[in-house]
């Protein structure tokens, strides 16, 4: 089957599976918490609440590079299938918690495992894609993630008609059942040899792991992306974290209504410019190498406009402009992200780039979260998040002066 001219799109349709049960069984606890708390008293405690979502965080941040680093080494299907194994274990032992300090463990169980899919997804996805259609695959793969962010806030509504635990139980028994269909039709394809027929010792691996390190960091281009990747994740976790609370405030609205309007808008738009981004990029890229390029800085260059309607926009159908134009520009910026990566990192590396990219852009998020959280108490949210346009700015000038690739596919070690 792996010779068929199909499979590597059904590769793209497989992994489009995962990447929805990534996002989906993560947020899902966010949305679930008024049930929770009627069993786990602690719940009730904001500063609890916000614990166990920053451990997950921090954790997937830091375990993002050593995932790449290891994907890079080692057979990825069986990195994707054990990823999604245990942590939907993790979700379906989420449903048995009793206390806080169980979900807690659990939590940062998941932050470790969940890790482990992203980089080495897109590495094998990019494989399976060289050039012309490498864009428009990972878009697709991309609006996976977009629709499980979509949907993770209907776990609520899921765990109010049955329960909180039978959610975590139900959507942790799927994933489990779906590694195992993984497992016999998903195949392996990397883009250069690891020479496996040597015993590799620790300190051989710590010599290849600060090897991988020396090349990327010493490569410039991988400098401009790495800024690049993390410069638009401020406003982009901004918008994740904090867009209903500023849907609610700016309009006056509830927060039952403000939430949904406000989180499946922007991610349907970023599912549009996700795969609007992959076929333009992709098409190109056929005629002038800074294609890709150019697509994710006009990508970037939408959300600029859109943060100030977020800003200081006071009516609904400017503030839902603001946020559908985000959206579609965060999808068209985000789906290039690894086919640039490609363009300046030989496939040997492209796994641990782009988990130090992950690093990055998480720690931005994490960042931005809290110092909006200290904007929004003195009323200052709504402008800071017109300022955020600044860095976004910066991120699209170092792109076209710096990212001038030199072929589709970069291959050389």
């Not at 139900?170 to 994933?175: A, R």
């Not at 090349?215 to 209903?244: D, E, M, Q, R, T």
């Not at 990192?345 to 909006?372: C, D, E, K, W």
Request: aromatic fraction near 14%; proline fraction near 3%.
């Amino acid at each position: 089957m792996q010779q068929k001219k199909f499979y590597p799109w059904l590769v793209v349709g497989m992994l489009w599976f995962v990447a929805l049960l990534n996002y989906l069984d993560r947020q899902m606890l966010s949305t679930m918490k008024p049930s929770m708390m009627v069993d786990i008293a602690e719940l009730a405690k904001a500063e609890n609440f916000g614990r166990l979502m920053a451990i997950f965080l921090w954790i997937y941040a830091f375990m993002s590079p050593i995932s790449g680093i290891i994907a890079d080494r080692l057979n990825r299907k069986w990195m994707i299938v054990g990823s999604l194994f245990v942590w939907s274990g993790v979700t379906m032992a989420m449903g048995y918690a009793k206390t806080f300090d169980q979900l807690y463990i659990l939590r940062a169980i998941m932050g470790v495992s969940e890790a482990f899919y992203m980089p080495a997804g897109l590495a094998l996805i990019a494989d399976y894609h060289q050039g012309k259609t490498r864009s428009l695959a990972i878009g697709i793969h991309i609006t996976g993630v977009y629709l499980g962010q979509a949907f993770g806030g209907f776990g609520a509504t899921v765990a109010s008609l049955f329960s909180w635990q039978w959610t975590f139980h139900s959507f942790g028994f799927l994933g489990m059942a779906y590694s195992v269909v993984l497992l016999f039709f998903l195949r392996e394809k990397k883009g250069y040899v690891v020479d496996d027929t040597q015993k590799t010792s620790v300190g051989m691996g710590f010599s290849q792991a600060w090897k991988s390190l020396g090349i990327l960091f010493s490569n410039i281009a991988f400098w401009v992306i790495l800024f690049n990747f993390s410069a638009p994740s401020f406003p982009g976790w901004a918008v994740k974290s904090w867009l209903p609370t500023l849907f609610s405030d700016a309009l006056h609205m509830d927060m039952a209504k403000a939430g949904p309007i406000s989180t499946i808008t922007s991610a349907l738009a970023s599912l549009v410019g996700a795969l609007v981004g992959g076929y333009l990029s992709d098409r190109w890229v056929q005629k002038n190498l800074q294609g890709r390029v150019f697509t994710g800085a006009i990508g970037m260059a939408l959300t600029i406009p859109s943060l100030f309607l977020l800003g200081y926009a006071v009516s609904m159908e400017m503030i839902l402009l603001g946020g559908i134009l985000f959206g579609f520009g965060f999808g068209m910026f985000d789906v290039n992200n690894m086919p640039i990566l490609c363009q300046f990192v030989s496939p040997r590396y492209r796994a641990t780039g782009y988990g130090i990219m992950n690093l990055a852009g998480i720690s931005a998020g994490a960042v931005i979260t809290g110092f909006l959280g200290k904007s929004a108490d003195a009323g200052n949210m709504r402008h800071d998040f017109a300022l955020l346009s600044i860095v976004v700015v910066a991120a699209i000038v170092l792109n076209l002066i710096f990212l001038r690739p030199k072929t589709i596919n970069f291959t050389e070690d």
